[in-house]
């Protein structure tokens, strides 16, 4: 072996990714300059084999070794492969990853360690690394969907209000379309009865106060549309849910404060963590934090 292929294989055996090309992907059985297999069908539920066993027991600071192969891929693997090969296969990886941690673990610490390493990478949405922005494919479903759109839907507040300290709610086009899931999709596994339904009906009130924290206003004829078409929210009571300060009476101004501070805060990448070094007293930074 060459001290070329010596070192390309020293450093595939220390990032699971370039492990992942070099052992899962099937490859052509002869390999000339620029010719690489594609990851497909076949090779898809092996990739999530592997990664999967990696993300089912994984502590946050596992994940966080984890998460940094990732990058370290992501960010140097693109010069020396094919790059539909490359952009097909961080695809897949940023799926499974995503699908992971959302929809198998849903762990607050997880969580928190993929935003503390990916959210100073969002500002392009159409990084690849924006992992946090980019669509995932659930179990059994036929669409993509956002990690903040499927929490809203789940209606994980812990995780969700991870997400939302990370300025996620802030980055949304559409941020009443967050409340509207909240308010409309069932639960995905359970079927509802009376003892669950109270439940429910309290972990919708606690993410929808938790979005308006975030939000100046809501679009109350949005969520009235959707009644209109058919649609039935889960809780009857479900404008009682939201301030009358977000949709009829004037914003307090102590909010309307705490959107402009985050705001400035979001564009220069400093939520959540820039919050702590703004000199202001803790019960403040707590505020501005989504704490209160």
């Known amino acids: 072996m060459s001290d070329g292929e010596e070192a390309e294989g020293s450093v595939a055996e220390r990032n699971v990714f370039m492990s992942l090309v ?3 992907i099937r490859q052509p059985p ?3 300059p620029g010719q690489w297999g594609r990851p497909n069908e076949t090779s898809q539920p092996r990739i999530f084999k592997t990664l999967g066993s990696i993300l089912r027991n994984a502590t946050s600071e596992e994940f966080d070794a984890f998460i940094t192969d990732f990058i370290s891929f992501a960010q140097e693997a693109h010069a020396g ?4 090969f490359y952009i097909e296969f961080t695809n897949m ?3 499974i990853i995503l699908h992971w941690v959302f929809t198998h673990r849903a762990s607050v610490d997880i969580v928190r360690t993929l935003m503390a390493r990916t959210c100073h990478l969002m500002q392009d949405q ?11 494919r659930p179990l059994c479903s036929q669409s993509g969907v956002t990690p903040l759109m499927f929490v809203a839907q789940n209606r994980q507040y812990d995780v969700l209000k991870v997400l939302l300290q990370y300025g996620m709610l802030e980055r949304e086009r559409w941020p009443t379309y967050i409340v509207i899931s909240i308010l409309f999709n069932s639960p995905r596994l359970e079927e509802l ?5 109270g439940d429910l009906g309290r972990e919708i009130r606690e993410c929808v106060e938790l979005c308006c924290r975030v939000l100046t206003s809501v679009c109350i004829p949005d969520i009235e549309m959707q009644i209109i078409y ?8 479900w404008q009682e849910c939201i301030p009358t300060t977000r949709y009829q009476e004037p914003c307090e101004l102590s909010h309307l404060c705490r959107a402009v501070v985050r705001g400035c805060l979001l564009r220069k990448n400093g939520l959540p963590a820039g919050i702590k070094d703004l000199p202001l007293p803790s019960r403040l930074q707590c505020f501005l934090n989504l704490e209160l």
């Open 81 to 84: 492969v094919d790059t539909q």
């Open 230 to 237: 058919g649609r039935v929210p889960l809780i009857a009571d």
């Open 22 to 24: 070099s052992r899962v």
């Open 126 to 136: 159409s990084n690849t690394l924006a992992i946090a922005c980019r669509s995932f």
């Open 93 to 95: 990886c940023t799926n």
């Open 30 to 32: 002869y390999r000339f």
């Open 193 to 197: 009865n009376e003892e669950n339904r």
